[in-house]
C-alpha cells in the first residue's frame, strides 16, 4: 500500500521556522514527483512545491518562493518541506502528494486532480 506520512506542523511565530517531513512508502520513490499542497481556512486548496526525484528539479509556488526549499532523501525516502520567515498567510493544513511515474512537466502537479497520492495532513498554524 502507497502511504504518504506526513510530520512537523506546528505552532509558530510570524518569522519563524518549520520543517515538514514526508516518508513515503509503496511506490517507487526514485521515479516519482513528491511535494505539497495546503489549505487554509476558508479557503481552496492549493500546490505549494514539488521535486522530481529523477533529476531533483524543484518548483514553488510564487507565495513561497525564497522562503520554502524542498529536498528529498533518497537514503529514506523521504521529502522535506523547509518553511522560513513564515507569515500568518501559510496557516493551513499541509498535504504531502505524489505522483508516480513522475510528469514531464513537473509544474502539472499543481493540478489538484493530477497527483496520483494523497497523505494526510499537518497543521502549520503562524500566528502574529
Known amino acids: 500500500d502507497v502511504q504518504l506520512q506526513a510530520s512537523g506542523g506546528g505552532l509558530v511565530q510570524a518569522g519563524g521556522s518549520l520543517r515538514l517531513s514526508c516518508a513515503a512508502s509503496?511506490?517507487?520513490?526514485?521515479?516519482?514527483?513528491i511535494g505539497w499542497f495546503r489549505q487554509a481556512p476558508g479557503k481552496e486548496r492549493e500546490g505549494v512545491s514539488f521535486?522530481?526525484?529523477?533529476?531533483?528539479?524543484?518548483t514553488y509556488a510564487d507565495s513561497v518562493k525564497g522562503r520554502f526549499t524542498i529536498s528529498s532523501d533518497h537514503a529514506k525516502n523521504t521529502v522535506y518541506l523547509q518553511m522560513n520567515s513564515l507569515k500568518p498567510e501559510d496557516t493551513a493544513v499541509y498535504y504531502c502528494?505524489?505522483?508516480?511515474?513522475?510528469?514531464?512537466?513537473?509544474?502539472?502537479?499543481?493540478?489538484?486532480?493530477?497527483?496520483?497520492?494523497w497523505g494526510q495532513g499537518t497543521l502549520v498554524t503562524v500566528s502574529s
Open positions: 521535486i522530481r526525484s529523477t533529476d531533483g528539479t524543484t
Open positions: 509503496g511506490f517507487t520513490f526514485d521515479d516519482s514527483a
Open positions: 502528494v505524489a505522483d508516480n511515474p513522475a510528469p514531464l512537466t513537473l509544474a502539472t502537479m499543481f493540478m489538484q486532480a493530477y497527483p496520483d497520492y
